[in-house]
């Protein structure tokens, strides 16, 4: 019998996998428990989660978390699940959660795409957001990009009618590529009239935009409705 291939699937992010701080480490160790999601392949409730009823948030690529945090702590009436690969990272926002003190804020360190189609309930969230996701600028690399029609598809089962999905990047021609993928996809409405908003206040200036910002580099933000 001849030996069958195993498709490999094409991830939208490499773990390059910087130390970790001993700040960093000691909130793994200590704050996990409390505010991490332990990796699982069963479908989260997350009113049980966050221990409330409220409006829930996913962010997939929260880099450091402080934006993510700032979000959190300026909204305390939403729930926020930050996503991120990057354990530094993750290590840095489990920080801000116990220093600022936020109960409406909790954490995964896997792959986005994953938990979204195995452990997120259809129709279940009132927002997604993904800010500066890695362009792979490079076009053999595009295939790696994370908005992909296949992926507009699942953001669609999860995300309520009427919720919202923000997304931002300084990649002019990723920002075309999601305008085109979207409009291809009749469950969401642009709400820019097939065009670009400017940053609304509720999404921090992250120190990354503004560096870009003072090298004339341009930010492109996307909103859409769920419909």
């Known amino acids: 019998m001849p ?6 699937t094409i991830r939208s992010f490499v773990r390059r996998e910087g130390r970790l701080t001993p700040g960093q480490q000691r909130a793994i160790n200590e704050l996990w428990p409390q505010f991490a999601l332990d990796e699982g392949d ?10 409330r009823k409220a409006p829930k948030v996913i962010e997939i ?29 993750v290590g840095q926002l489990l920080n ?17 795409v994953e938990l979204l189609k195995h452990r997120i309930a259809d129709n279940s969230l009132d927002r997604l957001q993904l ?9 053999r690399h595009h295939k790696r990009r994370i908005i992909q029609p296949d992926f507009v598809k699942l953001l669609a089962k999860k995300i309520k009618l009427g919720g919202h999905l923000h997304m931002a990047t300084d990649w002019q021609h990723y920002a075309e590529q999601m305008l085109t993928d ?6 969401f409405k642009n709400c820019a009239d097939d065009k670009y908003i400017p940053r609304p206040d ?3 200036l992250t120190k990354f935009e503004h560096r870009g910002q003072k090298l004339g580099h341009g930010i492109w933000d996307l909103l859409y409705k769920r419909h």
């Open 42 to 51: 069963d479908l989260l409730d997350l009113n049980q989660l966050f221990n």
């Open 131 to 139: 800010f500066f996701p890695d362009p792979w600028h490079k076009k």
């Open 61 to 89: 690529g929260f880099g450091n978390g402080a934006s993510l945090a700032e979000m959190a702590k300026s909204k305390p009436d939403t729930d926020f699940l930050g996503i991120e690969v990057h354990r530094p990272g």
């Open 3 to 8: 030996e069958q291939k195993t498709l490999r």
């Open 202 to 204: 509720y999404r921090p």
């Open 182 to 187: 979207f409009s291809d996809n009749t469950n």
């Open 96 to 112: 801000l959660i116990d220093k600022n003190g936020l109960s409406n804020l909790r954490v995964a360190c896997t792959d986005a």
